[in-house]
């Protein structure tokens, strides 16, 4: 064998080696999922702004009908913990899920960098019901959990550091139990107080500032979701199904009704300026996207209940969890006798409703509650019903 021959067959053998590497990457980047980036948000993906709804909800299905995403490392579920309420959070510009746990009653922080979670309290809350977390200028953070069967807790101030390492002793303040729905909204506090079959809403530049809290609306029902925005308030009643249920938003402390429908739900962008709801009539939900100053209303090419849905940061764009089986009772899932089976998360452009834009798929047995997307836009956080898991969806893995 002669050297000539044996030079010219390595030269063939890397030559093979590296065509076969081309391709594996070639194919290995065909299948990666496109990610929405936040300041592109949304790639394109075909043209189907000519589709039925039918054509779009069978279009996702055909595309995803694994029952698994392709790339697990961007969905991926906090499996020790059983969660009841969570929250996102900014605190000294390092991003924090705060977890209420259903289990023990305790708060837990969840670092996005490092993947792991913490026990931030040192008690045990029994029968916890919500909580809420305000970052404060300080680079503190206030917590309040309340439970049924007692007062509101409301924990003061920790700084950023006690998030590392936690405090021995965090002294706890009680509230009235009747109080429920602290929100901060614009440097003030927000929160609802229910007596007697009627809800008082009011106004303070402090949680504690009882004296100088300031009267925005009362009403005989007292059965309300309150959802703030950066400078309006949304009143919804809760939802119940084949009966018109009604919406409000309040700015400069004047009231309005905004929507009225069967089973409604509402869902408000960050800035106030648009509204996602849904209605349901004979167990058939519809969802619709409204501008608050035109007026303007369009039906979306989906069915789902807007608690399903979450809003990008930017006020331009949302995503929502979407099911195969639609026809359901909406009073019967808000009190867990039926379930929805979401298969996908789509996302929308507010310029270009018509548009499905698959996003990820789910595994089986999933039924997406409070959608939230993370401050910078760089996660989607959301919890299964079935389990009480909360996962997370990496957007710009």
């Given amino acids: 064998m002669t050297k000539k021959f044996l030079i010219n067959l390595i030269l063939i053998t890397l030559i093979a080696i590296l065509i076969a590497w081309l391709v594996f990457v070639f194919f290995k980047n065909k299948n990666t999922n496109q990610l929405i980036l936040p300041s592109s948000f949304f790639p394109i993906i075909g043209n189907n702004d000519d589709l039925t709804t039918k054509d779009n909800q069978n279009q996702i299905n055909k595309t995803n009908n694994n029952s698994v995403t392709d790339d697990l490392i961007q969905l991926y579920p906090l499996e020790d913990l059983i969660v009841q309420d969570f929250i996102i959070k900014l605190v000294n510009d390092k991003l924090y899920l705060f977890i209420l746990s259903k289990t023990n009653g305790n708060v837990y922080t969840y670092d996005f960098l490092t993947k792991t979670n913490q026990r931030l309290l040192n008690q045990t809350i029994q029968n916890p019901l919500e909580f809420e977390v305000f970052s ?45 729905n602290i929100m901060e909204i614009a440097n003030a506090y927000h929160w609802q107080e229910d007596r007697q079959d009627s809800s008082w809403f009011y106004v303070a530049p402090d949680i504690l500032s009882v004296i100088d809290r300031q009267l925005i609306l009362n009403s005989n029902y007292s059965n309300w979701n309150y959802l703030p925005t950066k400078n309006k308030v949304f009143l919804n009643q809760k939802p119940i199904s084949n009966t018109e249920t009604l919406a409000y938003v309040v700015q400069n402390n004047n009231l309005r009704k905004i929507i009225s429908g069967p089973g409604l739900t509402i869902n408000p962008s960050p800035d106030g300026n648009y509204i996602l709801y849904s209605t349901n009539f004979n167990k058939t939900t519809s969802t619709y996207l409204k501008n608050i100053s035109t007026n303007q209303t369009i039906k979306l090419p989906i069915s ?17 969890a979407i099911s195969s089986n639609n026809n359901l009772d909406v009073t019967d899932w808000y009190q867990g006798k039926d379930k929805f089976t979401d298969n996908n998360i789509v996302g929308f452009t507010i310029d270009n409703l018509k548009k499905i834009i698959p996003i990820t798929k789910l595994p089986n047995n999933f039924d997406v509650d409070s959608l ?23 957007l710009i893995f």
């Fill in 136 to 180: 404060k200028s300080d680079n503190s953070a206030l917590i309040y959990v309340k439970n049924n069967k007692s007062n509101l807790k409301t924990y003061t101030k920790f700084d950023v550091l006690s998030l590392i390492n936690p405090p021995e002793n965090i002294k706890g303040l009680d509230l009235p139990i009747y109080i429920k």
């Fill in 304 to 320: 789902t209940v807007s608690d399903k849905c979450g809003w990008s940061n930017y006020n331009d764009s949302f995503y929502c």
């Fill in 372 to 394: 939230i997307v993370s401050p910078k836009d760089d996660y989607l956080v959301f919890k299964n019903k079935n389990t009480d898991q909360v996962w997370i969806f990496d």
